[in-house]
């Protein structure tokens, strides 16, 4: 017999659901594309995705940082800062109401606690293949069908494919000798771009060698004593400056720095910052900058 005494629970259980997040993920319904105007991104891959796609993010966390170590593309001064890409500010991202939240996958806060805020999306840097750029354009393309704006992201890779193989004209003379890609953490330890790297990758569509032949983290990079850098002979090298000019002054005075290979041999450039760790507009960046370094080379 129909037990009539569970008609007003289910009904309340169905309204919850019907109020709940976790409905939009339910196999077989749609998600409706969210307001493009209303989009955070917690981390500088995501939010580079999203400006590729001409797409201005609502908020970006970390927005000092961005322009210490990004740098371009440059954020409009109406881009709300969410706070750390660690800890983002909750309750601002409350009030911003967000229709869609674009994190980075494994950094920073989870989906989970971002649930009663707004729907997420997770982009991964690196999926074990070894080749973040083929990731990253894959993330291009999964994110512009969210926003319905797949038209958008095939012209982008369309440029990006024509510029990359126009580059490769340009920057021939890298490829007499091997290239060393590196930054300053601290006065005594380099950030070094190894295999595995976004910068990879693009090395290799350039055929350019990279001078760094040792270990690599999952990033495809290595934090290495700066004395290890005295092991790459024959090379030219890039240094990234991301806003730390005093602490290269400070170690470019020492006898180490001094006997380094590639700067008694006065093949050391230094460029401005570029995100190591981006996507298809932070490649494009690292071909201008080593075009600059060339420049500079005459």
Not at 14 to 42: E, H, K, Y
Not at 171 to 198: C, E, K, M, W
């Amino acid at each position: 017999m129909h037990d009539m005494s569970f008609d007003p629970f289910r009904r309340r259980l169905l309204a919850a659901l019907a109020l709940s997040p976790l409905l939009t993920s339910l196999p077989g319904r749609a998600a409706a594309p969210p307001d493009l105007g209303r989009i955070v991104a917690l981390e500088w891959l995501p939010a580079e995705l999203l400006l590729a796609l001409g797409v201005t993010p609502q908020a970006v966390a970390d927005i000092h940082n961005y322009n210490l170590w990004v740098r371009e593309p440059a954020l409009p001064a109406t881009v709300v800062d969410a706070g750390q890409r660690t800890e983002p500010n909750l309750e601002l991202l409350q009030q911003l109401q967000p229709s869609l939240v674009l994190l980075s996958q494994g950094y920073g806060p989870s989906p989970q606690l971002l649930a009663p805020i707004a729907p997420t999306m997770e982009f991964a840097f690196n999926d074990g293949s070894g080749k973040p750029l083929t990731v990253a354009k894959n993330s291009l393309r999964q994110l512009a069908q969210r926003l319905g704006l797949e038209s958008r992201a095939e012209r982008h890779l369309q440029h990006f494919d024509a510029f990359i193989s126009d580059a490769r004209g340009r920057l021939q003379d890298y490829t007499r000798q091997p290239l060393l890609l590196f930054s300053l953490i601290d006065n005594r330890h380099a950030l070094v771009i190894g295999h595995q790297s976004l910068f990879q990758q693009v090395m290799d569509q350039l055929g350019i060698a990279n001078a760094w032949a040792g270990e690599t983290n999952f990033w495809g990079s290595a934090i290495v004593g700066i004395e290890r850098l005295a092991a790459v002979k024959n090379a030219r090298a890039i240094y990234f400056d991301h806003g730390n000019q005093r602490m290269l002054a400070q170690v470019s005075a020492t006898p180490l720095w001094q006997s380094l290979p590639f700067v008694r041999q006065q093949q050391l450039r230094r460029v401005p910052a570029v995100w190591l760790y981006g996507a298809t507009l932070s490649a494009m960046r690292f071909c201008r900058l080593l075009e600059q370094a060339q420049e500079a080379r005459a």
